[in-house]
C-alpha cells in the first residue's frame, strides 16, 4: 500500500510484519522514533512480541543475542554511540552466528558531540562480522529490513541495515509498504539452527583455545562467502514477489558508456544521481555505482559490474566517514578488489572525496563541480568536499604559535562566530 | 519541482505542517517529500522544515537552499535570520501576522515584491479561533493552498484530508476550520491585491 510516511515509521512497520518475538530498545537519536513506533504497536496490542526497555544499548545487543539463542526473532536498533557502547556484543552476536537484524540509523561519533548523519558508526563495526546493507532510499530501507530477516536466518549470521540518520530516518517520503500475507509468504517463521532448550541442554559461548579458533573464525568468512550468493537470490525472490528491485550487492546508474563513475553507499547516491543528469546534461559521460552490500563486500559484483573496458578512466569513490591516518574506508576496500580480479577496470584512476561528515550537507551543486574538476584531471587523490580551509589555517596556525592553543572545536566556533 | 521552506519555533507545529504538506501532495498524486532542518530542537528555538513536490520521485536529499515559497509561521524570526536568503525572484511568501508588512518593518521589501505573491495571514489568531490553541501550522496550509491557487499545486480539500488523516476528532476538526477560514481570508486579499492593480 503506498503511503507518504516518515522513513522511521515504515521502517517500523515492515519490522513489525516480520513478525519479530523480542524487540530490544534504548533511545539514541536518530534512532529513536523506529522502536517508539514498534513498542506502541506492541502496547495496542497489534504487534505481539516482548517489548524490553533496557538500561543501555551494550544491554540491548545482549538481551537480543539471548532471545535469538532462546530461538526467538529479535530487533534492536541504534545509532552513533550507542553503537559503539554496544560494540563487544555486537562481535559476539556475529561470533555465536545468531541472527539478529538490527537497524543503524547512521549518526557521526564524537567528539565533538554531533547528533547528525554520517557513517562513522557502521563503518566502525564493519570487520564485526555483520552483514551490513545500506539503504539509498525509505523504500529500500523498508524492503531491506524484510530481506535482512530472511538473510540472517537463512545464514545464521546478524545483519545490519543502515539508512542515513535524519536524512532518511525523518524524511516523509512515498513508500509502498507490503501486507502482513505477503510479507508472511516471503519471510517463513525463524527455525534456529541452534537452541538453549531446557529438555534437551547445549552449551553456547565456549572457550576455543588455539587449536579450533581459527577454524571457527575460517566458518565466519565462510558464511559471509555464502552471503555474496545468498543476498542476491532474496533480492531476485523478493523482486518477483513484490515487483520492485531492492536490495542486492551493487547497483549501477548511467554506467553504460561511462568514463567516470561516482561510487557511493547510502542516501547520498539520490544527489548523486541528480548531480549525473545535470553533468550529462553538459555532454559529461557521467555514471554511478551503489554499493548496497558493503558486508561482505562485493569484490567480484563490483568487477563485473564496471567490465573490462578501458573506456572507464576515472573512479571517485564518496566517504561518508574518515579513516585518519589512512583516508577512506570503502576507498581501500574498492582498491584491494580491483587489484585482486584479473577482470574489471584495470586502468581506472581512484579518487576519494570525503563528504557529508556530521551532518553537513552533499549538494548537487557541490558534487558537480568536485565531478567536473575529477573530469578535468584536477581532483586530487584525497580530498574532502566543501572543506573551509580557511577555518582549519586558523587553528592551526594557533597550533604552531602557541603550546596553549586550547580545545581545537570550541577555537573552531569561535572563529566561525567572530567571521559572522 | 516546487520547493518550500517552512520557518518558525520549536513548538509551532513546523515539522508537523511540511509533513502535511507532503501528505496533501500525495493525495493529489505528486511525489513529495518533507523533512525538518536537523538539529536539537527546542521548545522556542528556531525551527526549520522543508517540503518540495514534483510530478517525479525526488532523489535530492540536499536542504531546500532556493526555495518557490517561504511559509513563516513566527514574524518575530523576520530580524533574526536571515528567512529569504535564496528565495527565488517572485516566489510565494505567506507570513503568520495580524499586522500589514510595513508594521513589520519589511515595507521596502514588499514594494519590490509581487503583490499577490506576498501576503499575511492571521493563522495564530485563527488557530486560537477554532482550535484554541496557538498552533498555526494547519491555517498557514490553508492560507498556502489558496495563495499558489494559480500554481494548480494543491488544494484545500488535501490540505483538509491530510489534516484529518492525521489528527482525530476536536483536533482534527479546529485545525480544518482553521485552515478553511485561513484559505478564505488569503483569497479575500489575493482578490483585493488584484482589484487593486
Known amino acids: 500500500m503506498l503511503k507518504q510516511i516518515e522513513g522511521s515509521r515504515a521502517v517500523a512497520e515492515a519490522v513489525a510484519m516480520c513478525r519479530p518475538q523480542v524487540i530490544c530498545a534504548y533511545p539514541i537519536t536518530p534512532q529513536t522514533h523506529i522502536v517508539e513506533a514498534l513498542g506502541a504497536m506492541v502496547k495496542k496490542g497489534e504487534l505481539n512480541a516482548q517489548f524490553l526497555n533496557v538500561e ?38 556475529a561470533g555465536l552466528g545468531l541472527p539478529v537484524v538490527m537497524t543503524v540509523a547512521n549518526r557521526a561519533i564524537g567528539a565533538p558531540v554531533n547528533i547528525w548523519n554520517d557513517h562513522s558508526d557502521a563503518m566502525s563495526q564493519r570487520d564485526a562480522g555483520w552483514i551490513q546493507l545500506y539503504a539509498e532510499t525509505n523504500q529500500e530501507a523498508a524492503d531491506l529490513h524484510i530481506q535482512a530477516f530472511r538473510i540472517a536466518e537463512e545464514l545464521s549470521t546478524p545483519v545490519m541495515v543502515c539508512m542515513d540518520g535524519f536524512l532518511l530516518t525523518h524524511a516523509s517520503e512515498r513508500v509502498d509498504l507490503p501486507g502482513q500475507a505477503e510479507v508472511d509468504a516471503f519471510l517463513p517463521p525463524c527455525e534456529p539452527r541452534q537452541l538453549l532448550d531446557p529438555d534437551d541442554p547445549v552449551s553456547i559461548g565456549a572457550m576455543v583455545g588455539p587449536e579450533a579458533f581459527t577454524e571457527v573464525r575460517y566458518l565466519a568468512f565462510e558464511r559471509m562467502r555464502q552471503a555474496l550468493e545468498v543476498i542476491p537470490a532474496v533480492e531476485a525472490d523478493f523482486g518477483a514477489q513484490f515487483g520492485r528491485g531492492s536490495g542486492g550487492l551493487v547497483k549501477l546508474y548511467r554506467t553504460d558508456d561511462a568514463d567516470l563513475i561516482v561510487v557511493a553507499l547510502g542516501s547520498v547516491l539520490g544527489t548523486v544521481k541528480d548531480a549525473i543528469d545535470e553533468l ?106 566543501d572543506l573551509d580551509m580557511g577555518l582549519v589555517a586558523g587553528e592551526l596556525t594557533r597550533i604552531r604559535a602557541t603550546r596553549r592553543s586550547g580545545p581545537s572545536a570550541e577555537n573552531i566556533l569561535r572563529d566561525l562566530v567572530g567571521r559572522a | 519541482m516546487f520547493q518550500v521552506r517552512f520557518h518558525g519555533r520549536g513548538g509551532q507545529g513546523v515539522v508537523t505542517a511540511a509533513e502535511l504538506l507532503a501528505s496533501a501532495a500525495f493525495r493529489e498524486d505528486r511525489h513529495a517529500q518533507a523533512f525538518p532542518s536537523f538539529g536539537s530542537e527546542r521548545m522556542g528555538a528556531p525551527v526549520t522544515s522543508f517540503c518540495r513536490i514534483g510530478d517525479k520521485p525526488i532523489r535530492t536529499h540536499e536542504p531546500v537552499s532556493e526555495p518557490d515559497a517561504l511559509l513563516i509561521q513566527d514574524p518575530t524570526l523576520l530580524h533574526q535570520a536571515d528567512l529569504f536568503a535564496g528565495l527565488r525572484p517572485d516566489g510565494y511568501v505567506l507570513l503568520n501576522s495580524a499586522r500589514g508588512f510595513s508594521e513589520l518593518g519589511l515595507g521596502d521589501f514588499a514594494a519590490r515584491h509581487r503583490g499577490d505573491r506576498l501576503l499575511v495571514v492571521p493563522a495564530t489568531n485563527l488557530a486560537l479561533t477554532h482550535l484554541g490553541r496557538p498552533l498555526p501550522g494547519a491555517p498557514m496550509l490553508g492560507g498556502f493552498a489558496a495563495l499558489t491557487g494559480a500554481e494548480d499545486l494543491i488544494g484545500l480539500d488535501a490540505v483538509l484530508a491530510a489534516i484529518t488523516d492525521r489528527f482525530a476528532g476536536e483536533v482534527a476538526a479546529g485545525n480544518a476550520a482553521a485552515a478553511r477560514a485561513a484559505f478564505d481570508f488569503v483569497t479575500g486579499q489575493l482578490e483585493a491585491v488584484t482589484q487593486h492593480a
Open chain 1, 280 to 385: 550529462r546534461d553538459d555532454g559529461m559521460r557521467a555514471g554511478a555505482l551503489g554499493i548496497t552490500t558493503f558486508r561482505p563486500f562485493p569484490a567480484q559484483a563490483m568487477r563485473d559490474a564496471l567490465g573490462d573496458d578501458d573506456r572507464l578512466r576515472r573512479l571517485v569513490v564518496l566517504e561518508r566517514s574518515l579513516a585518519p591516518g589512512a583516508g577512506g574506508v570503502v576507498t581501500a576496500d574498492i582498491r584491494t578488489a580491483l587489484a585482486a580480479g584479473d577482470s574489471g577496470p584495470r586502468h581506472a584512476i581512484v579518487r576519494t572525496v570525503v563528504a557529508g561528515l556530521g551532518g553537513r550537507p552533499v549538494t548537487r551543486d557541490s558534487l558537480c563541480r568536485m565531478l567536473a574538476s575529477a573530469e578535468r584531471g584536477e581532483l586530487p587523490a584525497f580530498s574532502f568536499l
Open chain 1, 56 to 93: 543501555s544499548e551494550f544491554a540491548a545487543m545482549s538481551a537480543v543475542i539471548g532471545a535469538e539463542a532462546a530461538g526467538a526473532r529479535a530487533y534492536t536498533a541504534t545509532a552513533s554511540q550507542g553503537l559503539l557502547y554496544m560494540s563487544e556484543a555486537v562481535y559476539n552476536a
